[in-house]
């Protein structure tokens, strides 16, 4: 109890620092390497590749205990056995996820797409069309928005450079939306970039950049429906070179990360309006990292700093950093479910 009171004291007097919160790895089956998470209602879904020939895919289910089981999944392609997980999302039933894997003369990434259920999920084969052929681009982020879920990623602009490129679900098949004449075309003024999406009311929002007279620019669009009537937004306070690397929504509230002449930026949009969150910690963060999406409302964002994993979290106007004991490296992707953070850095997921 004298230790204790004592260390109050110091803490007080700020002498005597609190530990750093301990997170503690998950333990996945042998082979498993994860590349990804994705909530599943208050549980957490772990995209994996398996050590093997062939490398297959595979998607782990986590829950509020930390115990893991498999989902399975069934591949129905050559290509589709091969794949990472580029994006997966869940509405907490319905799960969507993106493979992709490099292959073919030109070693061009063959897409595959995967929709199911924790029952199981299954590669649904498209037509080399849909995501392949002379104008493709890459997909980066898959939504599952009310009214039909929707792929993002670039294609071809008839104009310029690759336009910000939309798909929509028919059922099992997919088709790309014309984006000329939209908010998401280039042309040879501004050039349009998408890094991330998430489902927003019963559209979708985009997060990104436009790179327009020598300037990035911070952008998101959003839709009010079915993948179409595209809006884009400059985010405010956004320096000379900003751009938005993920996104994601609670409800009417959305979130953005991404970086403003080269340190952490963050944005939350309430009531409509999008403002930049001030006084962040200036963590260095490059245009071309992949920051994690926020983790709530309040725009909480896990990030590494220089290798080590911090949360960086606000209370008021005044913005902590704490770092977290255990994850080392760059934190590629962070869920929370309920009151736990899982958190993906290095190859490892941690829990706390």
């Known amino acids: 109890?004298?230790?204790?009171?004592?260390?109050?004291?110091?803490?007080?007097?700020?002498?005597?620092?609190?530990?750093?919160?301990?997170f503690s790895a998950v333990d996945?089956?042998?082979?498993?390497?994860?590349?990804?998470?994705?909530?599943?209602?208050?549980?957490?879904?772990?995209?994996?590749?398996?050590?093997?020939?062939?490398?297959?895919p595979g998607v782990l289910r986590a829950n509020e205990d930390g115990a893991v089981s498999e989902i399975p999944v069934r591949g129905e392609s050559p290509y589709g056995l091969l794949a990472k997980w580029y994006a997966i999302d869940s509405d907490g039933d319905r799960i969507l996820a993106v493979g992709g894997e490099r292959g073919g003369a030109h070693a061009n990434v063959r897409w595959s797409v995967w929709t199911g259920t924790a029952a199981g999920i299954t590669e649904k084969v498209q037509g080399f069309s849909t995501f392949g052929g002379w104008g493709a681009g890459e997909l980066v982020g898959a939504a599952l928005a009310s009214s039909t879920p929707?792929?993002?990623?670039?294609?071809?602009?008839?104009?310029?450079?690759?336009?910000?490129?939309?798909?929509?679900?028919?059922?099992?098949?997919?088709?790309?939306?014309?984006?000329?004449?939209?908010?998401l075309e280039s042309d040879r003024r501004t050039l349009a970039f998408a890094n991330s999406v998430t489902a927003y009311g019963k559209g979708a929002l985009i997060g990104g950049m436009r790179l327009t007279d020598g300037r990035e620019?911070?952008?998101?669009?959003?839709?009010?429906?079915?993948?179409?009537?595209?809006?884009?937004?400059?985010?405010?306070?956004?320096?000379?070179?900003?751009?938005?690397?993920?996104v994601r929504c609670w409800g009417a509230v959305c979130g953005a990360a991404g970086s403003v002449d080269g340190t952490l930026a963050l944005?939350?949009?309430?009531?409509?309006?999008?403002?930049?969150?001030p006084g962040t910690p200036p963590i260095p963060v490059k245009d071309s990292d992949k920051l994690a999406p926020p983790l709530d409302e309040h725009v909480t964002q896990v990030v590494s700093d220089n290798g080590q994993v911090k949360i960086v979290r606000a209370d008021g106007d005044t913005w902590t950093a704490n770092p977290i004991s255990?994850?080392?490296?760059?934190?590629?992707?962070a869920v929370r479910a309920g009151d736990r953070i899982y958190v993906l850095a290095g190859d490892k997921v941690w829990r706390g």
Do not use: F, N
């Open 1 to 22: 109890m004298r230790v204790l009171l004592v260390c109050v004291l110091l803490v007080l007097l700020g002498g005597c620092a609190p530990e750093a919160p301990a």
């Open 28 to 56: 996945l089956p042998a082979g498993a390497r994860p590349v990804l998470l994705a909530g599943y209602g208050g549980d957490v879904l772990i995209g994996v590749r398996r050590d093997g020939h062939p490398v297959v």
């Open 150 to 183: 929707v792929l993002v990623g670039s294609w071809q602009s008839a104009k310029a450079g690759l336009d910000v490129a939309v798909w929509t679900a028919e059922g099992d098949t997919w088709a790309r939306r014309d984006s000329a004449g939209t908010e």
């Open 217 to 246: 620019i911070a952008m998101v669009w959003q839709s009010a429906a079915s993948g179409t009537g595209w809006t884009g937004t400059p985010l405010p306070d956004a320096g000379k070179l900003a751009v938005v690397s993920s």
């Open 267 to 277: 944005w939350r949009m309430a009531d409509g309006v999008w403002k930049r969150l």
């Open 326 to 333: 255990g994850p080392s490296g760059t934190v590629t992707s």
